[in-house]
């Protein structure tokens, strides 16, 4: 992705992030032996993926501005997080290579011989049950830290029931579709939200004001689909759901692949 030519280095930025957080996701399936390992790597890619966090941002915020009011949003800010995101490529390209390949390397290491594979389920439904746990406190009302973390979780749900789909694609695809779809609506109530903070720093004008009140209303609307879709998303017990991912793994057990 990195050595990928593209005019768009903001979608350049965007789909690395994505490559990390998939990363971060299938790493927490990693059995208890490689627990430490796991998190070092996790850890790089997290930083790997925040190195890139602030021109993502930028590129948002003009972004949502553009379609909500393309007269209020600052001529120029388009372009200039283009830029900001083609000089952050230009500058971090190399040593986020190296990170990379060392952690690359470090993982070439690892052995799973003596896994049975249960681990996988085990760890699924980890993830699983935070995510029902965070959900506790209803979407409509969770304050925005709280839905951070609990699309962090969303996220790593997604990618883990994506990477399983093979083992039931006519449950777990939809699975995977309805979390991708609950991941991008809290997202975008987080956009939103970072939207409305940019404004409220400015003077509001009148048409300031108006402009705020409908990032309310869309913030609204999205976090009662985001509620909805949970709902229907997390409804099962991890037990139920621990027991049939590992029905269908003893079924369709996973390819192991050798890096030696």
């Not at 930028?58 to 001529?75: F, H, M, Y």
């Not at 230009?90 to 690359?104: C, I, K, N, P």
């Not at 940019?198 to 003077?203: G, R, T």
Request: proline fraction near 3%; charge should be positive.
């Amino acid at each position: 992705m990195l050595d990928r030519h593209d005019d768009d280095p903001g979608r350049q930025i965007h789909e690395f992030r994505r490559l990390m957080k998939a990363w971060r996701a299938l790493l927490k399936l990693a059995p208890i032996g490689l627990a430490e390992e796991g998190k070092a790597i996790r850890a790089c890619a997290g930083r790997l993926r925040r190195g890139f966090g602030g021109a993502r941002d930028s590129a948002v915020i003009a972004k949502v501005l553009g379609k909500l009011c393309p007269d209020r949003a600052p001529k120029g800010d388009a372009e200039a997080a283009m830029a900001a995101a083609a000089v952050l490529m230009r500058d971090q390209g190399d040593a986020v290579r190296t990170e990379l390949q060392r952690s690359s390397a470090a993982m070439a290491g690892w052995s799973l011989a003596d896994e049975t594979g249960e681990f996988l389920a085990q760890a699924f439904r980890r993830s699983y049950r935070r995510a029902r746990r965070q959900a506790r406190e209803n979407p409509r009302c969770m304050s925005v830290e709280h839905l951070h973390d609990w699309r962090t979780t969303v996220v790593d749900l997604s990618y883990q029931l994506s990477f399983f789909a093979w083992a039931c694609p006519a449950r777990l695809r939809r699975q995977a579709g309805m979390a991708e779809r609950l991941r991008s609506g809290v997202g975008k109530v987080i956009d939103l939200d970072m939207v409305r903070t940019h404004l409220a720093e400015e003077a509001l004008t009148s048409g300031g004001k108006r402009l705020a009140h409908e990032i309310e209303r869309k913030e609204a609307r999205k976090r009662r689909r985001a509620a909805k879709l949970a709902d229907r998303l997390l409804a099962r017990r991890p037990r139920r759901e621990h027991a049939d991912l590992a029905m269908a793994l003893a079924r369709h057990p996973p390819r192991r692949v050798s890096f030696a």
